[in-house]
Every structure is written in structure tokens, then in C-alpha cells.
């Protein structure tokens, strides 16, 4: 992913911008970009952008783009509609001449306005100021992909993809925002925040347009649409359609002219993003030379071990991939050699990162496919409330007796429970119906209270206001998808461009808009899926039912690194701070060490916490 970064001055006269503040952000961002790069300004507005090459359209930008129309760009991104879009924007005979992906940005935006960002398929982020206007517009893709970090004041703001340069170049104070380590430790961080309480983050699928005298809007440009559905008559159609948005997204996001790198872990997602990958590949039929897998393989944890599937899938493509093991590259390891610049979920996995970067440096790959959001979009639960729910709702009374009977037949539940556990009090309002999660013990109760964790933690995500259970159930699992991969966790570790073909924005509507018995049926999670793929996937993975347990490797990491979280611990910096009861997380603590469950999840959290706050107190760590 490339780099950008800029800085507007406010007011009727602004001074000049200051090119040696912009110049250093730029050197700054240079170890995101290693591809070239540069600095534009005119009076008071200007912009750094630093290039990292992943499709062979991109070798062609020079960026900033500076135009006679009054606009100035940077575009950190790639479009997944190219063809669609420059059939609209340009003349034939321009279009048979490379055109890169932020001319298009630029020619829908003179055609369209802030209406051409709806349009704009792909992964993203841009800073584009207009000149006519006198307005900046910073805009981020559906997902989040790519971050655009904000420090604004009275006299200017500046923005940047990456939070140290910001900080350091705009001299923000370090203070802790709390509301951000709260919503870090419940469950994410709510989407516009960052650790930094001076700084804020462009929301997904959202445009900040700041205006000459300082004024910012914030603009919502895309949703799901609780109105859309999508019914058809047989179950080849859905399939149909499926194979298509899910071929399309896919083909577009293997679009590099170096190898392409796909996460392999056996289970459902990974697998089938392989298969078609290695088929469109082997069929010339994407920009891309070559696929390669590559696999966490945790060897010495038998009930997360996923080897064999893993080689199914090897065997049937006919390519070995990359296998980094668990022995070789154990949880929780080198935490202490990698200082952070934001509490991180994925800490624990450093070791697993570095290897990863590593092989994917050593062949020149720069673009990894992850099948992270297939559990949100498919139906992975066998949990029938959605669509009995939706029965219930719609008061189709002789519909919801007969999908009881069949429930409680795949199931092996009764009628009754089924109708009054899974049908009526998941119909109810949720303050009444469901049972509260808990927060872990050692999280101090004045945080948790002035903090609202607890309403954090059993929140509803649905965001979007849709009338059916299966709807707002659908959309929920969207959202915490995507406010996962816009807390850059994965980013912080790897300087690659992560795609998520899972994600792809056509396919994530369709599969929001379709009856909720498509995607679950009794027996048969990711019902739509399975059969949409019987003839992609080996036999064996696609008759999967259950996946690996991670809790033994994290359980035996734990144990393998207690003396050191004892010592870590002992002068604790989240105790200082306020956020963690240091009895209760020593508890916690000796019983991981001992094997007994805890909330890894939490814990794990809590021990990147510790380390940032640490780093935070030694700034020099992280330039």
C-alpha cells in the first residue's frame, strides 16, 4: 500500500505551507513507499505521496497529480471496476492506451462530483483538493483498507496513512485516548478513533470534507441497503450468481504484475479462494504470473493443527506451498523486540508476521489474499434464530411450525426449545432476551463503568436499520468485519497490500440481499457456498464441518512465556494508567499458566496494551 500525507492551511489569507514540514512527512512515509514519490503545494495547501507499486497500471502514476482544472490528488488505491468505469469516462481511442487508476479517480470526480466515490470499486484512500471549492475531501474505501490519520487545529490540518509520521512531524502531544484502549480491550475500537486523543481517523465508507476556513462535515457515501432483496425461483440462480460476483471480485483483486501470495489455512474460505485463484491463473485469465500459499502450521498444538487439510488442498492444485510452523515461529515471541505505535490485537503473532514478510520479500510479492470475512458473510453458525426469526416477524405461522419440525430434527433439539430459546426471545428486544458477556475480572470496574464496556461489548452492530432478524444479523457480522480490518492490526506488522476477496463490495450486497435460508440450511452451514463450489474444492474440504481450536497453541504459548508476563506485569503500565486490577490479572495469569481457560482474546489484548504503553513512555523506540 502506498503512502500519502498533506497538510491545509485554514483562514482568508493562509500562510504559505511550510515545505520542510511537508518534505519531512514525506521522508517519513518513504518506508511505506519505496517506489518514488513527491511533494506538490500551491499557497496554502500541499501533499506527499510515496509509491508502492502492486498492479502493472500503477507504474505509470506520478503522484501528486496536480491539474489545470484546480485539483490536486493523491490516490492510494486500486479499482476493481477499471473497465466499466473507463467505458463511461473515456473516448475509445484514449482507453486503448494505459490508463491508470487514479486518472479514472480523476476524471469521475470531474464528471460526478463527491458522487463518483460511490463508484468506485476497490480498495482505497484519497486526499483530493479542490480548488474551485476551496475544499479538501479525504475519502476511505467500504472496508477500511486504507487508514487516513488527522490532526486538526485551529490554524491547519494534517493528515497522513501512518500515525508515527503524523505525530512526530505535527508535534502532537502523546496523550492516551481512552475511549479508543476501552473499545480496544471490549471488543474494537469504535471506528474514528485512534490511540492518540488529539488525533482522528477517516471512517470507512465516509468523506471528511474540510472547507478553507477550517469547517469539517463528515458524509456517509455508502450503506447497505435494508430495501434490496433478492429472490429467485430455483437455487441455481442464487449459485449462479454467487460464482459470478465472487469470480469477478476475485479475478480484479489478482490484479499484480508480480506473484500473488493467498493465505492457506484449510478451511473453507482460504481453500476455495486458492482453488479459483490457481484456476484463473493457470487460464491466463488475471494480470498476475504466479499464485503462491503460504500457511501458519501449528505442529505442536494437535487441536489447532490443520497439516492435512492444508495438503489436501495442495495436492489438488498441484503446488507445495509455504508452511510456517508453530515450532519455528511460536506465539507471543519477540513482543519485546517490536515496539508499536497502537495497542494491537494480533501482537501475539509478531513472530508469525515477520516470517510471512520474509518469503513473500524473497519472491517479490507484494499482495496477499485473506479469506478473513467468509464467517460473517456465509453463515458458518448453525444457529437457526435468523431465519425462524424472520418467520416469526413476517407472521408466517405455518411456515415457522414446519422449519421447527425440520430444526429440531437437524438439531436434535425440541420443538418447544427451539420456538421459545431460538424464536421468540431472540425476537425480543435484546436488554430483555439475552444473556450479558462478560468482561474479564482484571479489567478495572471504574474504566469498565466510565467507559460504557459492558454496553460496548453487547452492543448491536447493525448499523443500517434493517426491519428483519437474518438482515440485522447479516449486517452486524459486516460491520464487525470491517471494523476488525480498519483497526489496521495485520497493516502494523506487514508492509504488504492485504486483499479480502470475501469482501468484495458487489458480492458482500448480494449476499446481505438473499433469503437467509440460502446461505444456512438445517445440517448444512454455508449452504450456498457448498454448493456453488462442489466441483472447485477437494471432496474433504468441501464436506468440512468443524475448524482448528487455537486456544491450545495460545494456552501453550502462555505457559511457555509466564515468567516473562510475571516480570512484564509486576511494574504494570495499564495498572498505572488505571485500566487493569493487577490481582485479578495475575489470577489470570497463573491460570493460563496452569491450562485453564481464560479469555485468551482478552488477555492477549491486554499484553499488547501493556507494551504500547511502555513504547508511549519511550517514544524513541518507535522512530
Not at 479469555?599 to 511502555?614: D, G, P
Request: aromatic share 8%; hydrophobic share 35%; with cysteine.
Amino acid at each position: 500500500m502506498s503512502a500519502l500525507g498533506g497538510i491545509l492551511n485554514f483562514g482568508n489569507n493562509p500562510p504559505p505551507v511550510d515545505r520542510e514540514m511537508l518534505t519531512a512527512l514525506g521522508k517519513r512515509l518513504a518506508v511505506r513507499g519505496p517506489d518514488g514519490g513527491g511533494e506538490a503545494s500551491n499557497a496554502h495547501v500541499g501533499m506527499t505521496y510515496r509509491a508502492y507499486h502492486t498492479t502493472r497500471e500503477s507504474q505509470f502514476e506520478i503522484q501528486p497529480v496536480v491539474s489545470s482544472d484546480g485539483l490536486m490528488l493523491t490516490w492510494d488505491g486500486r479499482l476493481d471496476n477499471r473497465d466499466e468505469l473507463i467505458n463511461e469516462l473515456f473516448t475509445k481511442t484514449r482507453s486503448e492506451t494505459i490508463i491508470t487508476d487514479v486518472e479514472i479517480v480523476r476524471a469521475a470526480y470531474l464528471r460526478w462530483g463527491q458522487k463518483s466515490f460511490v463508484r468506485l470499486i476497490g480498495d482505497f484512500g484519497l486526499a483530493l483538493w479542490d480548488s474551485r471549492l476551496r475544499t479538501l475531501l479525504l475519502v476511505r474505501d467500504v472496508l477500511g483498507t486504507r487508514p487516513i490519520n488527522c490532526y486538526l487545529n485551529r490554524g491547519r490540518i494534517v493528515w497522513s496513512t501512518e500515525l508515527l509520521p503524523l505525530l512526530d512531524v505535527a508535534n502532537v502531544p502523546r496523550e492516551v485516548n481512552e475511549e479508543y484502549v476501552a473499545g480496544f480491550l471490549a471488543r474494537y475500537p469504535r471506528v474514528g478513533l485512534t490511540p492518540y486523543r488529539n488525533v482522528f481517523a477517516v471512517k470507512p465508507h465516509h468523506v471528511v470534507s474540510v472547507n478553507q476556513a477550517g469547517k469539517l462535515t463528515e458524509t456517509r457515501y455508502w450503506e447497505l441497503d435494508p430495501c434490496r432483496e433478492i429472490g429467485y425461483q430455483r437455487d441455481e440462480d442464487y449459485e449462479e450468481q454467487f460464482i459470478h460476483e465472487f469470480s469477478v471480485g476475485l479475478k480484479a483483486q489478482l490484479r499484480s504484475h508480480r506473484p500473488v501470495f493467498s493465505e492457506l489455512s484449510g478451511g473453507l474460505d482460504s481453500s476455495s479462494i486458492v482453488c479459483a485463484a490457481n484456476r484463473f491463473v493457470n487460464n491466463n485469465e488475471v494480470q498476475t504470473p504466479r499464485l503462491e500459499t503460504i500457511s501458519h502450521v501449528y505442529d505442536e498444538s494437535t487441536t489447532a493443527d490443520e497439516s492435512r487439510f492444508i495438503e489436501c488442498v495442495e495436492q489438488h492444485i498441484g503446488h507445495t506451498g509455504h508452511h510456517l510452523k508453530e515450532s519455528c515461529y511460536p506465539l507471543l515471541s519477540g513482543l519485546d523486540r517490536s515496539p508499536t505505535f497502537v495497542p494491537n490485537g494480533v501482537d501475539g503473532f509478531t513472530e508469525y508476521y515477520r516470517g510471512a514478510q520474509k518469503i513473500m520479500d524473497q519472491h517479490h510479492a507484494r499482495v496477499l489474499l485473506s479469506g478473513e470475512g467468509g464467517d460473517q458473510m456465509l453463515g458458518s453458525s448453525d444457529d437457526p434464530s435468523p431465519e425462524l426469526c424472520d418467520l416469526l416477524v413476517e407472521g408466517k405461522v405455518l411456515a415457522l411450525h414446519k422449519r421447527l419440525h425440520v430444526w429440531s430434527g437437524a438439531l436434535k433439539r425440541p420443538y418447544l426449545w427451539l420456538l421459545w430459546q431460538r424464536t421468540i426471545l431472540p425476537a425480543l428486544p435484546q436488554p430483555i432476551h439475552r444473556s450479558q458477556k462478560q468482561l474479564p475480572r482484571w479489567f478495572n470496574a471504574d474504566f469498565v463503568d466510565r467507559n460504557h464496556m459492558r454496553e460496548i461489548i453487547n452492543a448491536n452492530l447493525d448499523i443500517y436499520g434493517f426491519r428483519l432478524p437474518s438482515g440485522r444479523d447479516q449486517s452486524a457480522g459486516f460491520v464487525s468485519v470491517v471494523n476488525h480490518i480498519a483497526a489496521g492490526y495485520r497493516r502494523a506488522h506487514f508492509n504488504v497490500e492485504i486483499r479480502y476477496p470475501y469482501l468484495h463490495r458487489p458480492l458482500v450486497e448480494f449476499l446481505q440481499a438473499i433469503p437467509a435460508e440460502q446461505r444456512l440450511r438445517p445440517g448444512e452451514t454455508r449452504s450456498l457456498m457448498r454448493r456453488s463450489f462442489k466441483t472447485l474444492l477437494p471432496d474433504r474440504i468441501a464436506r468440512r464441518r468443524t475448524k482448528g481450536d487455537p486456544h491450545e497453541s495460545i494456552c501453550r504459548a502462555v505457559i511457555r512465556e509466564i515468567p516473562g508476563l510475571r516480570e512484564l506485569f509486576k511494574d504494570s503500565r495499564a495498572t498505572a494508567y488505571g485500566y487493569v486490577e493487577p490481582v485479578a490479572l495475575t489470577e489470570a495469569l497463573e491460570s493460563a499458566g496452569h491450562g485453564l481457560r481464560v479469555n485468551f482474546i482478552a488477555l492477549l489484548k491486554t499484553i499488547s496494551l501493556e507494551f504500547w504503553l511502555r513504547t508511549l513512555e519511550c517514544p524513541e523506540l518507535n522512530n
